[in-house]
Structures are given as structure tokens and as C-alpha cells.
């Protein structure tokens, strides 16, 4: 809880303000808690499906797992930990004018290197990640754990244990994937 609440609740609340309303929601630990009291959602004002994991899937494979649900297009991703301010409406639109098939939120920060630093160049596109890098960047940031996939993910997750970030979005950076940072993020 935070401020007496569950943190998932802030998360929802940000995806509903901005007209997230079908959300899917991966359980892992304290299912029968988490959803006992979200429920359906519609007390919250959304849709909740949910996607049970009976072993960690990692990220990619916690993705991989509901791909018939999002398959369709473009997704967000959120980790459901994090509290954030963040205009979702700029991110999905900056996502889709540069026809990213990833687009990470992140905050430049002097001190990205103590967290793995993702490196972008002058035009937001993404040139390093944790340690591949290929292309010199401008500026580094820390990823806020908020992404806007392209089905061409599902195409990078080989096997339920790899993770967005230590498998999948180096890969896609080493593949040449449009990778691209939005960096208007407030704590």
C-alpha cells in the first residue's frame, strides 16, 4: 500500500485517465489477493482479464503468454510497481509518428550508468541498451518500466524466460529495429 492503497490502484487509475479500459493484468505472486480485490475491474472502471503464471515466464514471456490477446497492434506495457506521471496519449502518438515497434519511457538522468543506461541519439532513436551499443549516443536514461510495443515483438521471445530487458529489446537493437525513448517522464 501507498497513501493506503494498493499501488496497483494508482496504475489503473493513470491507464483509465487516459482511455485505457481492457486491461490485462499477469498474477504471479498473490493472485487470489490482487485479484480478489480488482475483480472484474468494474468497480475501477475497466475491464480486467487476467493471466495466471504457475512459473516466472519473465517479462517477454508474461507477454508471450497473452498473445492472442494482443496481437492486434500496438500495446501498452506497465509495470504495475511504479508510481509515475506520465501523459500515455503523447507516448502512443510519439510511439506511432515515429512507427516504432518499441518505444521505452525513460528519464535522461546523470546517473544512468548505475542502472543501465539506455543511450539515445539526437532524434529519440534508440543506440544502446545496458551494454550493446550501436551507435554513439547523445544523452542516456534509465528505463521507467512503461512501453509501447509493436506486434513484432512477439517475433524477439524466443522461450517463456526471456525478459524485455536482457533478451528482447537488445535483440531488437541488434536486429535494427526502430527502437525509440520518449523522455518526458516525472517521478
Known amino acids: 500500500p501507498v497513501a493506503g492503497r494498493p499501488i496497483i490502484t494508482y ?7 487516459y482511455g485505457f479500459r481492457n486491461l490485462v493484468i499477469n498474477l504471479y505472486h ?15 472502471g475497466v475491464k ?3 493471466s495466471h503464471e504457475r ?38 502518438h510519439f510511439h506511432r509518428e515515429k512507427k516504432a ?14 542502472f543501465g543506461p539506455i543511450g539515445v541519439d539526437e532524434q529519440g ?8 551499443e550501436v551507435a554513439k549516443p547523445s544523452r542516456e536514461g534509465i528505463f521507467t518500466g512503461v512501453s509501447v510495443l509493436g506486434p513484432s515483438v512477439f517475433g524477439y521471445i524466443l522461450h517463456g524466460g526471456d525478459g524485455l530487458g536482457d533478451k528482447v529489446f537488445p535483440t531488437m537493437l541488434k536486429a535494427g529495429e526502430p527502437l525509440y525513448a520518449f523522455e518526458e517522464v516525472k517521478y
Open 55 to 92: 512459473e516466472l515466464l519473465g517479462t517477454g514471456g508474461a507477454i508471450l503468454e497473452v498473445k492472442d490477446i494482443l496481437s492486434d497492434g500496438s500495446f501498452l506495457v506497465i509495470n504495475s510497481d511504479i508510481l509515475i506521471d506520465l501523459d500515455l496519449e503523447r507516448l502512443v
Open 48 to 50: 480486467i482479464t487476467y
Open 101 to 114: 515497434e518499441a518505444t521505452l519511457a525513460i528519464k535522461i538522468s546523470t546517473e544512468a550508468e548505475k
Open 30 to 44: 498473490l493472485p487470489q489477493l490482487i485479484e480478489g480485490f480488482l475483480g472484474n475491474g468494474s468497480s475501477f
Open 125 to 132: 532513436r534508440i543506440v544502446k541498451f545496458l551494454d550493446l
Open 11 to 17: 496504475v489503473i487509475d493513470i491507464l483509465r485517465k
